[in-house]
């Protein structure tokens, strides 16, 4: 299953945009659909994850500002990001499959190749 994240551009501080993931496939095949980020020269941060029933978890800096979500009609996982911050700048990108290939060894499943966002103070 392919994964294509869009929407990602430039904004100001304060601002908000909305990724989505869209999968070649049914997303209900997956376990988890998480949402990553990545600075050049920097580790992949995990930004938050949904399972199949609309549960979804968030790191620190991602609560009160980020929200993930799915619909299984579209095939698409969303992730909004609202009061963006330039530190926020970073390529997102999503990664779906069981919770150990997505969140725990971060191999193996499928993954997007991300989208820049940009936030300009």
């Known amino acids: 299953v392919q994964l294509t994240e869009s929407g990602g551009g430039e904004v100001q501080a304060g601002g908000s945009l909305t990724l989505s993931c869209a999968a070649s496939?049914?997303?209900?095949?997956?376990?988890?659909v998480a949402w990553y980020r990545q600075v050049p020269g920097r580790l992949r941060k995990l930004v938050g994850s949904i399972i199949k029933s609309g549960s979804a978890e968030y790191v620190d800096f991602a609560k009160g500002r980020f929200t993930i979500s799915r619909d299984s009609a579209k095939n698409t996982v969303y992730l909004k990001m609202d009061n963006l911050k330039p530190e926020d700048t970073a390529v997102y990108s999503c990664a779906a499959g069981t919770i150990q290939e997505v969140l725990t060894r971060r191999k193996g499943g499928s993954w997007g190749q991300g989208t820049q966002v940009t936030v300009s103070s």
């Open positions: 496939g049914s997303i209900d095949n997956f376990d988890v």
